[in-house]
Every structure is written in structure tokens, then in C-alpha cells.
Nanobody, 117 residues
């Protein structure tokens, strides 16, 4: 079973930036894609960014232009860098992996990001 561990969350001021990390227990080559989601209280979980096997990236409109998803295949880590943070970016951020083995998507435990004015 693939395991994911997020880190890098915390408290950030409005307009600031941060980088979240997702450590994957398996080689990234075994993943169809890795994605970052977030969920704020009372809101549904929202897909933010995805990086596919080929390296192709896609972004939600809510973070497009101020976020970058990237990966390090040597350490099997996927990053989400976010800039120009807004109050509404406050949420728990989750990493998601979709293995080629079709054993089902895997989720990390989440990391909290709080943006304050």
C-alpha cells in the first residue's frame, strides 16, 4: 500500500508564500498522477493541481498563476508551491496518488494551512 506524508503547512500572512511537500513511499513512476487537494470547513474537497506521469501539469482556476506543482523523482516527493496567499486559501491540504496498479487512490493525512491578515 502506497503511503503519502504531507508537510510544510503552517501559519502564513496574507500575500505570503509556502511550499508543501508530499513524500511518496513508492517510486513516482508507479503513479498515474499525483494531485493536491484542499478542504476548508463546511466546503467540499477541491482539486488544486495535478502532475501526471509524463510531467504534464494542470491547475484549478482558484490557484492558477500563483501555484506550481513539481516533483523530484530521486526523492519521490511532489511539491506544491503557493504564492500570493489569500485568506480563503486557509484549509487542510491533502496529497493524492493514483497508482497504475489500480488498487485505488491513496490519500495523505493532510497538512493545515492558515492564512492570516
Amino acid at each position: 500500500q502506497v503511503r503519502l506524508e504531507e508537510s510544510g503547512g503552517g501559519s502564513v500572512q496574507f500575500g505570503g508564500s509556502l511550499r508543501l511537500s508530499c513524500a511518496v513511499s513508492d517510486t513516482l513512476e508507479n503513479m498515474r498522477h499525483i494531485a493536491w487537494y484542499r478542504q476548508a470547513p463546511t466546503k467540499p474537497r477541491e482539486l488544486l493541481a495535478l502532475i501526471g506521469y509524463s510531467g504534464k501539469t494542470t491547475y484549478a482556476d482558484s490557484v492558477k498563476g500563483r501555484s506550481t506543482i513539481s516533483r523530484d523523482t530521486t526523492s519521490n516527493t511532489v511539491y506544491l508551491e503557493m504564492r500570493s496567499l489569500k485568506i480563503e486559501d486557509t484549509a487542510t491540504y491533502y496529497c493524492n496518488a493514483s497508482p497504475w496498479s489500480n488498487t485505488g487512490d491513496v490519500w495523505g493525512q493532510g497538512t493545515q494551512v492558515t492564512v492570516s491578515s
